[in-house]
């Protein structure tokens, strides 16, 4: 069987155009995957250099490059998809509502990374932080995407969701280089309130205890049994907890010296006769 070249070109006119108008399609829909996939490397190269810059944790720059490279692609394929004549807005619907039913089916998930990347990214408080989140009071072990982990004083290791710390009051004792010890006391009324000021400062006489701001000793309650004295220093932040220690253990023998007493709770009951 001979193939017939003149009837080909008689109907040239024919489907000449339709090879034309699909060669040109293919091509610039081949040319903008391929400008697009190098542009999107350089975007997500651009972007880890940016948080790499601002100091973001490496596990946030990992996946925020991820997350920016893998949407970046499905937008370009979708594209490029429909410039070569694939319909795809029922994959575009598809995708969506699937997405949908994901987001329904992983709330409580969704939010503790959404909370994980927030923390990561502001750092409120970082990895060796002493820190109270939801009640809880310890140093922060590890900072992952969905939880963050918590040692406590004693030792036990405490998983806290990263969406209710990111929705939460987050207190972060180790973020000042400074803290101020505040430490009270309770004298007898009939105390010599000058003396046991005295008492007070003597005892920040420490070198621990820094001369600026200066030591100060103020009344803060006038009580029923006892006036109360607040001793208010100011002392490195690795300082707070030997210092505090120090003055409880201190202040009874200091205060019995100069015949300063500190009175315990009392209670008078009057008996009436009938």
């Known amino acids: 069987m001979e ?12 489907w000449l155009p339709v090879v034309l108008e699909h060669a040109i399609s293919l091509t610039l829909a081949f040319t903008t995957l391929a400008v697009g996939w190098w542009l999107i490397s350089t975007v997500t190269g651009r ?6 810059n601002r100091k973001v944790d490496k596990t946030l720059q990992g ?3 991820n997350l920016v490279n893998t949407a970046l692609k499905i937008m370009l394929i979708i594209s490029v998809a429909s410039m070569i004549g694939i319909q795809t807005t029922s994959f575009v619907a598809a995708l969506g509502a699937a997405g949908l039913a994901i987001g329904l089916a992983l709330q409580g998930s969704l939010s503790n990374f959404a909370g994980g990347v927030l923390v990561l990214l502001f750092r409120p408080y970082k ?28 030792n036990k290791r405490i998983i806290v969701p990263n969406g209710s710390i990111s929705n939460g009051v987050i207190i972060n004792y180790s973020s000042e280089p400074l803290r101020k010890v505040v430490f009270d006391v309770g004298v007898d009324r009939s105390a010599n309130l000058d003396c046991a000021r005295q008492v007070l400062l003597k005892m920040a006489q420490d070198p621990r205890v820094l001369n600026e701001p200066a030591p100060l000793v103020v009344v803060t309650t006038l009580g029923d049994n006892a006036i109360t004295l607040s001793l208010r220093v100011w002392a490195l932040n690795a300082d707070y907890w030997d210092l505090t220690f120090m003055f409880n253990e201190q202040v009874r023998d200091a205060l019995a010296q100069e015949h ?15």
């Open 3 to 14: 193939f017939d070249f003149n009837q080909l070109a008689m109907h040239a006119e024919t």
């Open 47 to 52: 972007v880890g250099v940016l948080l790499g």
């Open 63 to 65: 996946f925020i490059g």
């Open 127 to 154: 990895v060796g932080d002493t820190v109270e989140v939801q009640g809880v009071y310890g140093t922060v072990e590890t900072i992952l995407i969905f939880h963050t982990v918590i040692l406590s004083v004693d």
């Open 260 to 274: 300063i007493s500190i009175p315990y709770p009392q209670r008078v009951v009057t008996l009436l006769n009938s």
